[in-house]
């Protein structure tokens, strides 16, 4: 039996797996055209598993598919020519081997006959030369974790090997790859060089036949839909397969690790053993279960953020301030939080990639603030709980005395900054075990933030926003209004954060579009 996997390739034969043959088909297309190309994706947004499906479709063509990863190769390999081309032809002889070539036995011959008078790239060039030649299919190269060891001269060295073979064999003048694809998280047409210690980074450029690759690795609603429906079909579990496979998408923007490790959370973790369906409030279960998760790909996440303090201050601008931002490809911020899969492209804007590490960077962000709340909130949560239901109005009355009495001091500049995220520090102890809350963007000219909040089976719908003005508070009021009856919601509540030196804690029960809404200005 089949499961859903989340760590290494993905082989239909073992693994529930989305239907990506679109994706595979436009990427040989580039291959028949005998297009040079790289392809650039974050780790474990499926480089890996695209990897394995094309050659598999390109093995069953006229093909001869050279597929190697650098990630195997040590450190060492890239410090001598001989050594790199030793094991380069290494790795060639191993994939012929287990290869359906016509011709096997025959290429096999001529790199046993040649492996020892091949000392270097020039060697190894017209070697590749005799090679292509003599097969009888066409030959592709396909490299994976290519970036590993680009910052070193024998691999710009290599890549003009390839650029040269490609130029030539256009004038009639050589014989070379059909195509060749580079797949690794950096461009290495972008990748800086530094040759000695006291040399500044240089950028290298061998790689400027590369055609541009526009494929989106994100999986779509329908190949999502695809994988549910090959999973309810083989466990003979009922399941809306529209409902789970939007939701999924609406959480994870189709990033192949979290589809599948959502997937696999329900399937592993909830769903009860002998249980035939997937109830739809399973999947914010599962959402809420891999927030709570150690895995490699957060760790990842976090890390890129904390060692890059550009990309901290503009997850905040995003997450917490709710800033619109143009999206400018030429930005270096921007640029490199697309290379970690931090920030994508929407409607011209950026935006962070999905709505799961947009909540687990707000999480991040909100612990950093925690160090230094000295609040009693965790001792005293049961006060707040009211017959086993959270009683929110009573958080926002101790909150606005916690302002008052811990921050009143504070700087303007400070609690403008913070603001939103001192409360969410505060609430999270609150909540903590049986609560969860999940950030929804409502930006306007307030710079709004909703908060969904959940208690056990409760929901409670909080915006937090700035103070600026009564105009702009009685249009946030609208708009507040307006989003709880889109979720069917007959109550809200609203924390006005004002950082005018004469403002008043106050809190107010409004009525708006027949909506109640519970008002509380810090």
Known sequence: MKKFNSTGVCIPEKHYMADVRKKIDKIKKMVEAGKYFTINKPRQFGKTTIFHLLKKELDQSNYLVLKLSFEIMSTEVFKSEKVFVENFLKAIKRII?????????????????????????????YFLTDFIEISEEEVVLMIDEVDKSSNNQLFLDFLGLLRSKYLLQAEGQDFSFKSVILAGVHDVKNLKLKLRADEEHKYNSPWNIASEFSVDFELEVAEIASMLKDYSGERNINLDLEYFSEKIHYYTSGHPFLVSKLAEIIDSEILAANEESWHKDYLEQAVKLILQKNLPNFDTLIKNIEN????????????????????????????????YGIFKKENGRLSVHNKIYEQRIYNYLISKIENELKTDAFDFRYNFIDEGNLNLKAVLERFQTFIKEQYSCRDREFLERNGRLIFLAFLKP?????????????????KRLDVVVTYLDQKYILELKIWRGEEYHKQGLKQLADYLESQGMEEGYLLSFNFNQNKEYKNRELTVDDKKIYAYWV
């Open 430 to 446: 609150i909540i903590n075990g049986k609560g969860f809350d999940f950030k929804e963007v409502q930006i306007s000219q307030e």
């Open 308 to 339: 890059n303090n550009d990309l901290e201050k503009l997850c905040t601008d995003l997450i917490v301030d709710g800033r619109k931002i143009s999206y400018n490809q030429d930005n270096p911020t921007i640029e490199k939080g697309e290379l």
């Open 97 to 125: 081997r287990f290869s359906n070539s016509q011709n096997k036995k025959l290429l096999l011959e001529l790199i046993e006959r040649n492996k020892k008078e091949l000392n270097n790239l020039t060697d190894l060039n």
